[in-house]
């Protein structure tokens, strides 16, 4: 195996979250033999790799959605083995999905809302008597599903319903949905595919606007323009293993990533 | 729908009494009331977070019979080892009772089963049911099993300084029931319009995007159980006290039957759904009964279910919903803050 590029060393950052020697096994499968890499706080580190390399799987690990077979994933410190994904993202990790996750058949406006679960505490008894107290947390959270939907610019769609948007305003409102519950740190799983490059462009200006919030952002992508265009490190998988880190001007021009992108055969053209 | 709507119903449910003559309409009024009750609390759970519990009526039972027993008194013993002796106490604090014991029962079922959900949360409501069924057949000593439990005491309502009124007349008990069912859409709607309703709306939609966005599916779901079971608790206290004898047939599976489709052809997860399926599927068989023989009665209840699920498959609210956006034609609404995240 080779050595992944010693990048870790231009890392002043604190570390937010570091994923220390996971591996995945499902039966005999081996989705992911040994991932180690981190994230500093702040910082927007790319995970790219063919597909099958291990991308979403160790997404699912660091949420909650899957146990790791070996290592572990630690998050400001807080070890997130045997946590349940909702335990994790009440710690500030939140992650979109892959394939388009809004909930369809409530208005774009209700989506944001559900996305604001965590934000406002409302007990039970003061719900039912709608006390003022309930009635006042219920106007704040829907003042906050308005910002939201203005930051990420899809507050013209606020009364449709989530399934009949556009794709590529359906990956905004899942952006929005993570957003609602305020992250420290947001996973986004392949946020442009499926845009076109105006939206491209769009989806790459709101994520600045993310980080000036001082978000952390872990983001699997193929659109390699956009990925060696915003990342502060890239994370390189194949098949289930680690094989380089660095800056984006690293990795393009390391020998083995080519040979994983283009083939075997590349090398010898 | 306007909102003057549920007002406009509400008055015209209030004035019932004062027309109608027919004693044994306004008796099939108030029980088809109870079940409306024990329906509304079955869409809670049905409608709302999609889990069917097939096995409702025992929450229902056990309502009835804690209800009675707190109102009657007991005297059982345990295991052969110690009596345990309770005096007659009012029916009100059985009411409280009767929801209380059949809101923890609704606890411990979706603590035991929403781990493993869909199927096997149907499989254990079955079971429940039956067990209880059993419980109440063969613990003669408490529920005096086939027996039935007879003389139980009508409601006393009233507070201290006011007066007290006991509920002899069925026109007193119509409104008692009325105002339950006011009560519950109330709380259900309060309910499903909070957080609370979002994330349970949310889990039903989309699992795994509601645990990522941080609700606790578990948590809500029992949430859900245990004031729907509370609700179906208070609906059978009810029951027992308005009918005044109670014996295991009220756990029978039919009863379960009439209250899921009830929720069905009304429209499950909506308000009102219950309420149209109910008054429908609850007054078809008296209705009917008057026109034809009790083996076409049958006949044509099951068909008019049929047509509805099979025209109206989302429900009679929904499509009523529908039909009234369209024709009124909606103009594009500017997005306010006011009426957003409303269901009617």
């Given at each position: 195996?080779?050595?992944?590029?010693?990048?870790?060393?231009?890392?002043?950052?604190?570390?937010?979250?570091?994923?220390?020697?996971?591996?995945?096994?499902?039966?005999?499968?081996?989705?992911?033999?040994?991932?180690?890499?981190?994230?500093?706080?702040?910082?927007?580190?790319?995970?790219?790799?063919?597909?099958?390399?291990?991308?979403?799987?160790?997404?699912?690990?660091?949420?909650?959605?899957?146990?790791?077979?070996?290592?572990?994933?630690?998050?400001?410190?807080?070890?997130?083995?045997?946590?349940?994904?909702?335990?994790?993202?009440?710690?500030?990790?939140?992650?979109?999905?892959?394939?388009?996750?809004?909930?369809?058949?409530?208005?774009?406006?209700?989506?944001?809302?559900?996305?604001?679960?965590?934000?406002?505490?409302?007990?039970?008894?003061?719900?039912?008597?709608?006390?003022?107290?309930?009635?006042?947390?219920?106007?704040?959270?829907?003042?906050?599903?308005?910002?939201?939907?203005?930051l990420v610019g899809i507050e013209h769609r606020a009364s449709e319903l989530g399934g009949s948007l556009p794709y590529g305003e359906q990956r905004l409102l899942g952006v929005a949905l993570a957003l609602a519950t305020n992250p420290s740190a947001l996973l986004l799983d392949e946020p442009v595919s499926g845009m076109n490059p105006t939206e491209t462009g769009n989806f790459v200006r709101?994520?600045?606007?993310?980080?000036?919030?001082?978000?952390?952002?872990?983001?699997?992508?193929?659109?390699?323009?956009?990925?060696?265009?915003?990342?502060?490190?890239?994370?390189?998988?194949?098949?289930?293993?680690?094989?380089?880190?660095?800056?984006?001007?690293?990795?393009?021009?390391?020998?083995?990533?080519?040979?994983?992108?283009?083939?075997?055969?590349?090398?010898?053209? | 729908?306007?909102?003057?709507?549920?007002?406009?119903?509400?008055?015209?449910?209030?004035?019932?009494?004062?027309?109608?003559?027919?004693?044994?309409?306004?008796?099939?009024?108030?029980?088809?009331?109870?079940?409306?009750?024990?329906?509304?609390?079955?869409?809670?759970?049905?409608?709302?977070?999609?889990?069917?519990?097939?096995?409702?009526?025992?929450?229902?039972?056990?309502?009835?019979?804690?209800?009675?027993?707190?109102?009657?008194?007991?005297?059982?013993?345990?295991?052969?080892?110690?009596?345990?002796?309770?005096?007659?106490?009012?029916?009100?604090?059985?009411?409280?009772?009767?929801?209380?014991?059949?809101?923890?029962?609704?606890?411990?079922?979706?603590?035991?089963?929403?781990?493993?959900?869909?199927?096997?949360?149907?499989?254990?409501?079955?079971?429940?049911?039956?067990?209880?069924?059993?419980?109440?057949?063969?613990?003669?000593?408490?529920?005096?099993?086939?027996?039935?439990?007879?003389?139980?005491?009508p409601l006393t309502i009233g507070f201290p300084g006011l007066g007290y009124m006991t509920l002899w007349e069925k026109t007193e008990n119509y409104y008692v029931v009325l105002a339950f069912i006011v009560l519950a859409y109330i709380l259900i709607k309060r309910l499903v319009n909070s957080r609370f309703g979002r994330a349970m709306i949310a889990l039903k939609g989309n699992e795994s995007?509601?645990?990522?966005?941080?609700?606790?599916?578990?948590?809500?779901?029992?949430?859900?159980?245990?004031?729907?079971?509370?609700?179906?608790?208070?609906?059978?206290?009810?029951?027992?006290?308005?009918?005044?004898?109670?014996?295991?047939?009220?756990?029978?599976?039919?009863?379960?039957?009439?209250?899921?489709?009830?929720?069905?052809?009304?429209?499950?997860?909506?308000?009102?759904?219950?309420?149209?399926?109910?008054?429908?599927?609850?007054?078809?068989?008296?209705?009917?009964?008057?026109?034809?023989?009790?083996?076409?009665?049958?006949?044509?209840?099951?068909?008019?279910?049929?047509?509805?699920?099979?025209?109206?498959?989302?429900?009679?609210?929904?499509?009523?919903?529908?039909?009234?956006?369209?024709?009124?034609?909606?103009?594009?609404?500017?997005?306010?803050?006011?009426?957003?995240g409303e269901r009617a």
């Amino acid at each position: 195996m080779n050595a992944p590029v010693a990048a870790t060393a231009a890392l002043e950052r604190p570390v937010a979250l570091s994923i220390e020697h996971v591996a995945v096994h499902f039966g005999g499968l081996v989705a992911i033999s040994d991932l180690h890499f981190t994230v500093g706080e702040g910082e927007l580190v790319s995970l790219i790799g063919p597909n099958g390399a291990g991308k979403t799987t160790a997404f699912n690990v660091i949420t909650g959605f899957l146990r790791p077979t070996k290592g572990k994933v630690v998050y400001r410190g807080t070890p997130l083995t045997g946590l349940k994904p909702h335990e994790v993202t009440k710690l500030g990790l939140v992650r979109t999905f892959q394939r388009t996750s809004v909930f369809d058949s409530c208005t774009v406006f209700e989506n944001v809302l559900m996305g604001l679960h965590r934000r406002v505490h409302i007990g039970l008894v003061a719900t039912i008597l709608a006390l003022p107290s309930s009635t006042r947390a219920e106007a704040e959270l829907r003042e906050q599903a308005w910002d939201i939907l203005r930051l990420v610019g899809i507050e013209h769609r606020a009364s449709e319903l989530g399934g009949s948007l556009p794709y590529g305003e359906q990956r905004l409102l899942g952006v929005a949905l993570a957003l609602a519950t305020n992250p420290s740190a947001l996973l986004l799983d392949e946020p442009v595919s499926g845009m076109n490059p105006t939206e491209t462009g769009n989806f790459v200006r709101l994520l600045a606007k993310i980080r000036e919030r001082g978000t952390t952002i872990l983001l699997v992508e193929h659109d390699m323009p956009m990925v060696m265009g915003i990342s502060d490190r890239v994370v390189v998988l194949n098949n289930g293993r680690l094989i380089a880190e660095g800056p984006p001007s690293v990795v393009q021009n390391d020998p083995e990533v080519i040979r994983a992108y283009l083939g075997q055969g590349a090398k010898s053209a | 729908m306007t909102r003057l709507t549920p007002i406009i119903v509400l008055l015209f449910f209030a004035s019932v009494p004062w027309w109608l003559t027919d004693q044994y309409l306004l008796h099939t009024l108030i029980t088809t009331g109870i079940f409306i009750l024990a329906a509304m609390s079955l869409n809670l759970l049905l409608g709302y977070t999609g889990q069917l519990s097939l096995g409702h009526v025992a929450f229902f039972g056990i309502g009835a019979y804690t209800s009675a027993l707190t109102a009657l008194g007991f005297d059982v013993e345990l295991f052969g080892l110690f009596r345990v002796v309770h005096e007659p106490w009012p029916p009100v604090l059985g009411l409280l009772f009767g929801t209380l014991v059949a809101a923890l029962c609704g606890f411990v079922i979706g603590k035991l089963s929403f781990r493993v959900r869909g199927a096997y949360f149907v499989i254990v409501t079955i079971s429940f049911a039956e067990v209880t069924r059993l419980v109440s057949l063969n613990w003669v000593e408490l529920t005096q099993g086939p027996l039935a439990l007879p003389g139980i005491p009508p409601l006393t309502i009233g507070f201290p300084g006011l007066g007290y009124m006991t509920l002899w007349e069925k026109t007193e008990n119509y409104y008692v029931v009325l105002a339950f069912i006011v009560l519950a859409y109330i709380l259900i709607k309060r309910l499903v319009n909070s957080r609370f309703g979002r994330a349970m709306i949310a889990l039903k939609g989309n699992e795994s995007l509601a645990t990522s966005v941080g609700i606790d599916v578990t948590r809500y779901l029992v949430i859900a159980a245990i004031v729907s079971a509370g609700m179906a608790g208070c609906a059978g206290a009810l029951y027992a006290h308005y009918i005044q004898i109670i014996d295991p047939m009220i756990f029978m599976f039919l009863n379960t039957v009439t209250m899921v489709i009830m929720v069905i052809t009304g429209g499950k997860g909506t308000l009102a759904g219950p309420l149209v399926g109910g008054l429908i599927f609850g007054l078809a068989p008296v209705v009917l009964r008057s026109y034809v023989g009790p083996e076409i009665q049958w006949i044509l209840y099951g068909l008019l279910m049929i047509v509805v699920v099979f025209v109206l498959p989302q429900g009679i609210v929904p499509a009523i919903e529908q039909w009234f956006n369209r024709t009124k034609a909606e103009p594009l609404r500017e997005p306010s803050v006011a009426g957003k995240g409303e269901r009617a």
